[in-house]
């Protein structure tokens, strides 16, 4: 089914929820479908990449439970970035527990991801309580949450009906709810922000049931509006020409599919 593509702009102006239209925006304005999963252990290496790779992508994906050296001097610095170059902050936390629990581990804690993270992310085995205990802090703070419809490794156990569920959750919170992480568009409603991982240029995979598509495959073919790729620049020999290279390619396969 061939349809004609609505742009970011476009979608931007259809959303009601803040942080997918603040999304949207700077994905235009900075023609970047581009987010850099820094996974890194030294909270200076990760600022460092931050600011180096800041200009060429929307959004900055983080592990901070990797860091070995977590400060609020690290959380204020990082906004700072963030704003600098105009990206946001995706913490990749994965809540999968009951409401109660997981909204203390949003704002408690070391690390009170809420206070800095626009956007956090959760699986829904538990159910709608785990939007629901979320929602309680993130939505008056104006943050959003993406749920975990499909995963990129080998195996995943989210598939078929679980994802179908996903996608209703998404539905009936998306007042907070403002996408996925798949590997491949859910739902036709524009203003979901479709994110896929495993994203590599000439890879096929790692050791640990990671599995790799091209920026091209996963925007042109499976639809997905955001790509997220981590080793695929961290490794590369120079990584903030190769995160232009991913820069380039995820926003010429998007520019292609709105031209159709
Ligand atoms: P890499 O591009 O280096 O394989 O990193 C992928 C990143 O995306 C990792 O931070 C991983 O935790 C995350 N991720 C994933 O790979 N697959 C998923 O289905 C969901 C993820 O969050």
């Known amino acids: 089914k061939q349809k004609k593509m609505l742009t970011y702009q476009q979608r931007a102006a259809l959303c009601t929820h803040p942080v997918a239209k603040r999304l949207f925006t700077i994905m235009h304005e900075k023609r970047s479908n581009l987010a850099f999963s820094v996974d890194v252990t030294s909270a200076t290496q990760l600022l460092q990449f931050a600011d180096d790779i800041g200009p060429y992508i929307c959004l900055l994906k983080t592990h901070v439970d990797i860091l070995e050296d977590f400060s609020q001097d690290f959380v204020t610095r990082l906004q700072a970035t963030a704003k600098k170059h105009n990206f946001l902050i995706f913490e990749d936390r994965k809540f999968a527990d009951i409401g109660q629990t997981v909204l203390k581990q949003y704002i408690s804690g070391l690390y009170r991801i809420c206070d800095w993270a626009h956007i956090v992310n959760a699986h829904i085995v538990p159910g709608p309580g785990v939007i629901h205990g979320l929602s309680k802090v993130g939505v008056p703070k104006e943050r959003g949450c993406l749920l975990i419809g499909q995963m990129s490794s ?6 078929g009906e679980y994802t179908t569920a996903a996608v209703k959750m998404a539905e009936e919170n998306s007042n907070f709810v403002m996408g996925f992480i798949c590997q491949g568009s859910l739902t036709d409603d524009p203003r979901f922000i479709h994110m ?6 000439g890879g096929s995979g790692d050791q640990l049931g990671q599995q790799y598509n091209s920026p091209a ?10 790509i997220i790729v981590g080793r695929g620049i961290l490794n590369a020999e120079d990584p903030v020409a190769t995160a232009k290279l991913y820069q380039h390619a995820g926003f010429e396969a998007y520019e292609n599919l709105s031209n159709n």
């Open 154 to 159: 080998q195996g995943s156990l989210a598939t």
């Open 217 to 226: 495959q996963m925007v042109t073919e499976k639809r997905v509006d955001v």
């Open 196 to 201: 896929a991982p495993g994203v590599q240029l």
